[in-house]
């Protein structure tokens, strides 16, 4: 008989779909999220993105909302101004060990 036993439970590996490390990161983004929602700490009202059912396509509503308000004005002195910077890259550069000190 070539390969392992059929009938024995050591003859199979157990298949994980979600490893320890994945469990625990949701465990504590679950709890995080809860405390920070239920005390109201670090979130702004208008904040998008990480509160449950707030997705960013509502700051983008807001965004183009605010921009055609600002146009309907019609007034010189008054404009709009919209600053987007791109941090997907911004800690390509950090000096991690002065981070972690």
């Known amino acids: 008989m070539c390969g392992k036993e059929p009938n024995t439970t050591s003859s199979f590996r157990p ?3 979600l490893s320890i490390a994945e ?3 949701r465990f504590i983004h679950e709890h995080l999220a809860h405390l920070l929602e239920s005390n109201h700490l670090l979130l702004h009202p208008a904040s998008a993105g990480f509160p449950r059912n707030r997705s960013t396509e509502e700051q983008v509503a807001a965004v183009t909302q605010f921009i055609h308000d600002g146009i309907q004005q019609k007034r010189p002195h008054l404009r709009t101004d919209l600053l987007l910077p791109d941090f997907s890259r911004g800690y390509d550069r950090v000096w991690i060990k002065a981070l972690l000190v």
């Open 23 to 25: 469990l625990v990161e």
């Open 15 to 17: 298949i994980s779909l």
